[in-house]
């Protein structure tokens, strides 16, 4: 019998999810389906009660629906309640199981991407939306020791340190300038720089020439700020890995395989 999982959300015609576990499934030989189902608020809580009965293992979760979906989750792993939202959801015996990837996939990129990066210097984070709670949890998780946020509203930033602990720092966003020269990492977790968005227009010339610089924007694959910092001498890594690698737990625990984030992944999802 056919494994059916996919991806909701609203929109949902920008996701590469489909072409990514298509991908792994023709290569593991898995009979099996990923689907892209368009899903309103309006009707999440009945598409959650008829997934299960079609005989879906899981979803994907994208925007708007990663706190809805926790909200409603009979079971949330610890990660998913540190950052209070769910981009995975799995269904066993009738109950849905919620976890969240985005941490994963933003260090196991790192970590392809950059092999000498240590977690042992302080990062800056711009932005405080959803996908910034889940990659400074998994920042302070990795052992960086301070995280400081800057995001365009200050107060939002602000409530999310208050759920991060004391390691985290919030400064304005006219003040990051300032911070620049203790970093050693930089993430633009905004939408600033992605295509058919504003640009990110601040000063980062203070920032180290060794510091690493990544976007989670993956469209373009190399966005304003990471061009500026390859430019400059600064090891680089760009957005399209933090989405590959968030979907590897996922895929393994609905069609019982772990996939492998390779080349051959990324000119499928990119082609």
């Avoid at 079609?54 to 540190?82: Q, S």
Wanted: aromatic residues 6%; charged residues 20%.
């Amino acid at each position: 019998m056919s494994i059916l999982a996919g991806v909701i959300g609203d929109p949902i015609g920008h996701s590469r999810s489909p072409r990514l576990h298509g991908h792994w499934l023709a290569r593991y030989g898995i009979d099996g389906y990923y689907v892209p189902l368009h899903v309103r608020a309006a009707d999440l809580d009945e598409m959650l009660r008829l997934l299960p009965r079609l005989g879906f293992a899981g979803v994907n979760v994208t925007i708007p629906h990663k706190e809805a979906v926790f909200a409603r989750a009979d079971e949330v792993t610890e990660r998913a309640g540190a950052v209070g939202a769910a981009n995975t959801l799995s269904f066993r015996q009738g109950r849905i199981l919620a976890d969240n990837t985005d941490g994963i996939g933003f260090i196991e990129n790192l970590r392809q991407g950059a092999p000498g990066w240590r977690a042992d210097r302080p990062a800056l984070v711009l932005g405080a939306g959803g996908a910034a709670r889940g990659i400074v949890d998994a920042l302070l998780r990795s052992g960086v020791p301070r995280v400081t946020l800057a995001n365009r509203t200050t107060e939002r930033a602000e409530a999310l340190a208050v759920t991060c602990g004391e390691r985290v720092d919030v400064i304005r966003w006219e003040e990051m300038p300032t911070v620049l020269g203790a970093q050693g990492l930089l993430v633009n977790a905004t939408s600033l720089g992605m295509t058919r968005q504003p640009p990110l227009t601040l000063d980062f010339d203070e920032l180290p020439t060794d510091a690493l610089v990544t976007d989670i924007v993956y469209t373009p694959l190399e966005t304003p700020l990471l061009r500026w910092a390859a430019a400059r001498g600064n090891p680089i890594i760009d957005g399209l890995g933090m989405l590959l690698h968030q979907a590897v737990p996922g895929f393994a625990d609905w069609f019982g395989t772990t996939p492998v984030v390779d080349d051959a992944l990324r000119r499928a999802v990119l082609s």
